[in-house]
Structures are given as structure tokens and as C-alpha cells.
């Protein structure tokens, strides 16, 4: 058995390394691309252009179709957790919010140290726009 025909196989095992390293689909196509030209080295071992045509021809068509495959298959989290889950939520004024030294609001039973660019006084009620830590920034409703 020709040399050719094991670089083949350990290129595709390179590849295929980096594939499993990576959280992208694109080595996939890079593994396929050495596996069938490595096949097609062992029928025909000294076609060295063919080979290596054989390789970009197959990753060329592999791309773009793995690409829209794992565009389907990865989907964005619909639900959010944690911290992530208070953006967007509605919180009471517990202690008046000054531009500078910021205040307190309560999210669902939770105190937290709230900061607006503007003054909000007490008891009203306002919007979570970001968390930082263990800060919220809040906005009037």
C-alpha cells in the first residue's frame, strides 16, 4: 500500500481532532474531503493532481451544504435562566434611586442595588434594562 494513501487517512484524523475541539461543523467537511481521497489513492496512488482535486472539490460542496445543516440544528435558547431571566422584568422603588448613589428595588421578593440615569422615587414602578453582578439598571415605566 502506498505512503499517499496513509497521509490520507491522517490528515483525516487531523481533521477530524480539530473537529471534535471545535464548536464549528467546518472540519466535518475537511474529514470527508481526506477520506475519499484517500480512497481514491489506494485504486490510484500516483494521481497526486487528482487527489488533491478530489479533496477540494469534495470540501468545496460540503461547506455551504454542513453550513445551512448546522444553522438547523442550532437554535438559540428561547428560555432564558438565571439573572438573564430579570432583564425585561417589572420592579418596585424600595429605596429612592439617585443618579449618583443609585437605590434599592425589589424583583420578585429579591432586593437588589438598583442604579437609573435619572431620579425615581420611591414606590414607583420601573423596568430592568441590565444586570451587572449583583446591580441592576433599572428605567421609569
Same mark, same amino acid.
Given at each position: 500500500?502506498? @505512503?499517499? =494513501? +496513509?497521509? +490520507? ?12 475541539? #471545535?464548536?464549528?461543523? %467546518? =472540519?466535518?467537511? =475537511?474529514?470527508?474531503? #481526506?477520506?475519499?481521497?484517500g480512497? =481514491? ?8 493532481? +487528482?487527489? %488533491?482535486? %478530489? ?5 468545496? %460542496?460540503? $461547506?455551504? /451544504? @454542513? ?7 442550532? !437554535? ?9 431571566? /430579570?432583564i425585561?422584568?417589572?420592579? $418596585? ?5 439617585d443618579?449618583? $448613589? ?14 437609573a ?16 453582578g @449583583?446591580?441592576? @439598571?433599572?428605567? !421609569?415605566?
Amino acid at each position: 500500500m502506498e @505512503t499517499i =494513501f +496513509w497521509i +490520507w487517512l491522517a490528515a483525516a484524523v487531523v481533521f477530524l481532532i480539530l473537529e471534535l475541539a #471545535s464548536p464549528t461543523f %467546518i =472540519f466535518a467537511c =475537511f474529514v470527508a474531503g #481526506s477520506l475519499v481521497s484517500g480512497v =481514491f489513492s489506494y485504486f490510484y496512488p500516483q494521481a497526486y493532481y +487528482w487527489q %488533491i482535486g %478530489i479533496f477540494v472539490i469534495v470540501t468545496a %460542496i460540503l $461547506l455551504p /451544504l @454542513t453550513r445551512t445543516l448546522a444553522k438547523k440544528i442550532t !437554535k438559540p435558547s428561547p428560555q432564558k435562566s438565571n439573572i438573564d431571566a /430579570l432583564i425585561g422584568r417589572t420592579a $418596585l422603588v424600595t429605596k429612592a434611586i439617585d443618579v449618583n $448613589l443609585g437605590g434599592q428595588v425589589q424583583i420578585e421578593g429579591e432586593v437588589w442595588r438598583a442604579f437609573a440615569e435619572e431620579a425615581i422615587e420611591e414606590n414607583a414602578r420601573v423596568k430592568v434594562t441590565s444586570v451587572s453582578g @449583583t446591580k441592576v @439598571t433599572v428605567e !421609569k415605566i
